[in-house]
């Protein structure tokens, strides 16, 4: 069993910072990528940022030169750091992972319960 657990959500005003982090654990050999994603009252989810166990990061248009997703492979957590929010931004954030489990060994694609971020003044 394989469970992400996120933290750092909460309010903040426009044009502050936050950072998300999240942690995978359980029966873990391998994680491939670990990403976030959000979804807004009345939208779709969508990928906000990702980043492989190699370090290649990718970031959805929106918020490329604002936010920044680093990794931890040793430690299995992935962080998203978030300047200059905008009210737009304001969103349930949700942690993903691509991994392989130990015995039996597997890819699973796994889901955090979600933080919610809310940017007003």
């Known amino acids: 069993q394989v469970q992400l657990v996120e933290s750092g959500g909460g309010l903040v005003q426009p044009g502050g910072s936050l950072r998300l982090s999240c942690l995978a654990s359980g029966s873990i050999f391998r994680i491939n990528t670990m990403g976030w994603y959000r979804q807004a009252p009345g939208k779709q989810r969508e990928l906000v940022a990702a980043?492989?166990?190699?370090?290649?990061?990718n970031y959805t248009d929106s918020v490329k030169g604002r936010f920044t997703i680093s990794g931890d492979n040793a430690k299995n957590t992935v962080v998203l750091q978030m300047n200059s929010l905008k009210p737009e931004d304001t969103a349930v954030y949700y942690c993903?992972?691509?991994?392989?489990?130990?015995?039996?060994?597997?890819?699973?694609?796994?889901w955090g319960q979600g933080t919610l971020v809310t940017v007003s003044s």
């Open positions: 993903n992972a691509g991994l392989l489990t130990a015995r039996p060994l597997r890819y699973l694609e796994v």
């Open positions: 980043i492989t166990s190699g370090g290649t990061a």
